[in-house]
């Protein structure tokens, strides 16, 4: 740890993301079985934790967003600012995975394919953010 480390209580990460229509982001992501942060949702804001070690994502309003970052919000149909991964257990979870995006209105952008690494596809949610879903071949 380092001097600006040492003086939290302790150190989480949250992303923080633009979204046009909160409410529909906060529809997609549950549809794809991710559990609500309920501490932090309001009208404004739609946070989902991503895993067991609570990576939190905030979904913010585009004009909070831009407000609270101090500069222009990225245009994400014309590029990428981040894309996450999402580790799967397999390669019929990445499958399934696959189809709940597509049911719940996302955007497949490469399908399913086996790469050196492993098996992956990477999605568009519903603001053209861009998602990795993977499973890494056992070492």
Sequence with gaps: ?????????????????????V???????????????????SPEIA???FSDDHFVIHFFRKDLFGKSAGSA????????????????ESQA?????????????????TEPTKILEGYNFVFADLDDHRWNVFYRNPQ
Excluded: C, Y
């Design 47 to 49: 946070s989902f934790i």
């Design 93 to 109: 979870a990445v499958d399934s995975f696959r189809e709940i995006v597509i049911q719940a209105g996302g955007a497949v952008v």
């Design 73 to 88: 919000v990225s245009e994400t149909s014309k590029g990428s600012e981040i894309m996450f991964t999402i580790g799967a």
């Design 23 to 41: 409410e529909r982001t906060r529809e997609f992501f549950k549809q794809l079985g991710f559990k609500v942060n309920g501490s932090h949702e």
């Design 1 to 21: 740890m380092n001097q600006a480390t040492d003086n939290m209580a302790k150190l989480e990460v949250w992303a923080n993301m633009p979204v046009k229509d």
